[in-house]
């Protein structure tokens, strides 16, 4: 099994794909919900792909409509680097291969996303990114 986890504060995109079927599956869980998820599933894992934001040169958000949003985006956009940093090192932890992927893509809506990869269930934008880390992996 191959993971992505695009890492959020309250829900990560996961995917998981099944290397003998080739099938990929993706949800959000929270970290705890994550953390169990490995740990249940660590035999099978190959490795996790995880997607760290961090890796890209650092942001300003001046063009927000005011310092109040702007400092909103900033914390939301921090929170979600340490929970990915903090993945990492739990995941790494129980011996997994954790491999760091600094996000150079641009995002997906829905449309382009099933034009790519032929899933036409319903995603949200951490499913797409999740996929998005593993697709094309053998």
Request: one cysteine or more; glycine letters at 6%.
């Amino acid at each position: 099994m191959i993971i992505g986890i695009d890492p959020d504060l309250t829900k990560s995109g996961i995917a998981c794909l099944h290397c003998d079927t080739k099938r990929i599956e993706y949800s959000c869980l929270d970290f705890v919900s994550t953390l169990k998820f490995i740990r249940m599933n660590q035999p099978i894992i190959k490795r996790v792909y995880i997607e760290a934001g961090w890796f890209n040169k650092k942001s300003s958000y001046h063009g927000s409509p005011n310092m109040s949003t702007a400092a909103r985006i900033g914390k939301n956009v921090g929170e979600n680097h340490a929970t990915g940093k903090l993945l990492a090192q739990c995941i790494e932890a129980e011996q997994i291969k954790v491999i760091l992927v600094k996000p150079t893509k641009k995002k997906l809506n829905a449309e382009q996303f099933q034009k790519m990869t032929g899933i036409h269930t319903r995603t949200n934008q951490e499913h797409r990114d999740a996929v998005m880390l593993i697709w094309g992996m053998e």
